[in-house]
């Protein structure tokens, strides 16, 4: 048995194919995924705290099915992302890492609350005359769409068009797609970057109050970096937020857990992302020959860090399989990474998720699921969204 991205299960149920490989195989050569996988908790965040044996420098680069052809429209492109910080090892890193972190201040981040809140109370106006909506399209994801695009400083009127891009950059490096349309793809994301490249430019020549502006002045950063750092900011708050939002809320609606009193807000998100995580797990590239349970990691051999399986590790967290909305180490899943990678934007996406919980608790208590409605979820190779929710009030 081997992963398989194009089936169902990838995202939807792994968990048994993660069990027997943690049990049996801890360090798992997957031909699929042209990469070693590692399961257990021990080992994940081991390998993400050693990030001299385990590199970064190019393992966003991750679709590993884009054609000559496509390469080719890529251009200098094709490397996707060279600069971008989750793509680059110290001392690049570090030096990338401290600026963006200075717009990720606690401060910055507790004052967007309140102009969050307000975008989920306009998605509720929005739906409230009628009694069924797609969760995922009519609420959950704009709120984040839009509270990303004025922290980034995107006029409003661009946001549609940024939000269609984002899309079509998620598919073509993150999913498998057919040839004609990753030539589709291709277009799009160099309009898309040719569009965040302009929007540096004017901010460095007139600068506003926004991100944008923050990192085209800052110091020792080069045009191409900015840009690189800007338009993948758009992708991690377009897409990683509401999918988590996503899975929590039918999670919490199928364990009829909803909605959820403010005192148990905080841990219960806790334990929906270590149960139901947006994010599968990263890639390194093994630096080295690494040997880990009588198995040889070739040096420049690509690792897959699955923070998914750590998750469910019945080693750390008792019962795995089991929603326990007030499990004591929910927090300690590695969702968010782990070691000098760790999400930067890890606190504003627990204030947005903490945040939808309570508006939409509070304006839609009695939301249920649509009965007979299949789940499917998006294919993706390290990403957990749903396609659609059904959900009526
Ligand atoms: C639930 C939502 C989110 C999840 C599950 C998530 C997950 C992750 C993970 C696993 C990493 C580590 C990548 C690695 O080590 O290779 C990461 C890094 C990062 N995330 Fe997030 N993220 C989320 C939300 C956000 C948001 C809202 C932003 C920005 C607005 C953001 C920006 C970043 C950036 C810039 C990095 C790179 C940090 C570095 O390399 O030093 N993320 N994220």
Redo the contacts with the bound molecule.
Sequence with gaps: MDFDVTADWHVASPYDFLRRLRHERPVFHSEHLGAYVLTRYADVRAA?GDPRRFS?AG?LTISRSLTEETRARLGEHGSFLSSF??NVDPPD?TRL?RS?SKAFTPRAVAAMERLFRELNEEAVDRVAGQRQADFVAQIGHEPSIKL?ARFIGVPEADETFVQTHVKDWFQLFLSPQPAARQLELADSFLEYLDYVDRLVADRRKEPRDDFTSLMAGAEGLSHREVVELIS??LL??ND??PN?LGNTVLRLLREGAWPVPAEKRQNCVEEC?RID???LG?FRYATTDISLHGVTIPAGALVLLS?DSAAHDETVFTDPERFVIDRPNADAHL???YG???????A??RLQLRTALEVLGRRLPYLRLVDGEPIAYRKSIVGRGLQALRVAW
């Design positions: 993400y970064s393992s910080v989750a890193h890492r963006v990303t993948t900011i991690g708050g990683t937020v988590q992302m995580g947006a994010s990263s923070t969702v968010f990474g000098i990678h760790f999400c930067v934007g890890a504003l996406a």
